[in-house]
């Protein structure tokens, strides 16, 4: 089984409050990318793991954090 493991992700749903709160500032300062995920990406990485193209990938957890994680 593997999984997907998002972070911050903007939607239509949140755009404004994330655009206007100080936690914008925060996610720029935290992902090394410095944006939230568009939904799009994150639907690419679990397109990924579901394709023929994985087939050999088991038990992964596939961050999709922007490099949330890396320090």
Do not use: Q
């Amino acid at each position: 089984m593997n999984a997907a493991s998002p972070t911050f992700v903007v939607n239509d749903g949140n755009r404004k409050l994330l655009e206007a709160s100080p936690l914008r500032e925060e996610i720029r300062r935290g992902v090394l990318l410095g944006r939230p995920a568009p939904c799009e990406e994150v639907a690419a990485g679990i397109c990924y793991l579901v394709s023929p193209a994985a087939a050999m990938v088991t038990g992964h957890n596939l961050m999709i954090d922007g490099g949330w994680t890396a320090h």
